[in-house]
């Protein structure tokens, strides 16, 4: 069992996250939304050891995680300029599995021998995603990875979670894109007003939509008539 517990964090004087308290199945993917500002990559943040908050945890069996078997991939891509995707990966050390890179990467459509530099946005977070999987960690945490993939590489990504989750890794995963969200999680955490203000269980996330954007939607249907 994953126990979370951040009781406030802030930046300066503002109220990010506040009264988080989780707790979860490992070997399960968990979806995180919320509208923009909601501290959806705060919370990973925290979550994976890069921000600290007063009181908070974050146990496995009453245990502290270590940073160590956390693999987190942020929104935010950055990579040393003149490495080629191959160069990039050896610096990572392989952990135990099933780890085939030459496999993995014709699979991702991801020349090794090439630079980084030249790769798109979704190039570049299929190379980071490989960097994490063959260190075999315990624990992922994928802030929109979804972002800048194309619609193959979308339904590929589904499938490496699931196994993932079949291999007992326990993996967090935030998008705007709901629809992957609702084929891979086990649960969907709705962040909202600095807090998790629902948590969805599978037959509970048809209503996901409705609660996210009902009343914005509402609210243009009622208004762009009149404008456009």
């Known amino acids: ?98 780890y085939n890179e030459k496999a993995l990467s014709e699979i991702f459509g991801l020349p090794l021998d090439k630079l980084i530099d030249e790769f798109s946005t979704g190039m570049k977070k299929k190379l980071l995603l490989i960097s994490q999987i063959k260190q075999n960690k315990d624990i992922y945490i994928l802030d929109e990875p979804f972002n800048g993939l194309d619609l193959e590489t979308n339904k590929l990504l589904e499938v490496i979670v699931r196994i993932l989750t079949q291999r007992g890794k ?27 203000f629902r948590s969805y269980s599978k037959n509970e996330f048809p209503s996901i939509a409705e609660d996210l954007f009902g009343n914005y939607v509402r609210e243009l249907e009622g208004r762009l008539p009149g404008i456009i």
């Open 170 to 196: 326990t993996v967090f995963i935030s998008s705007h894109i709901l629809d992957p969200l609702i084929h891979v999680c086990e649960q969907i955490h709705f962040l909202k007003d600095q807090r998790v």
């Open 1 to 98: 069992m994953i126990h979370i517990k951040i009781p406030e964090f802030r930046y300066s004087d503002n109220t990010i996250l506040r009264n988080i308290q989780l707790d979860l199945e490992e070997g399960k993917a968990y979806g995180i939304v919320g509208l923009n500002g909601a501290g959806k990559t705060t919370f990973f943040r925290l979550l994976s050891g890069f921000l600290k908050a007063d009181g908070m945890s974050i146990l496995r069996d009453n245990q502290i995680i270590p940073k160590k078997t956390i693999a987190y991939i942020d929104s935010e891509i950055f990579f040393y300029p003149k490495l080629t995707a191959g160069e990039f990966l050896s610096v990572f050390k392989p952990g135990s599995g099933h």
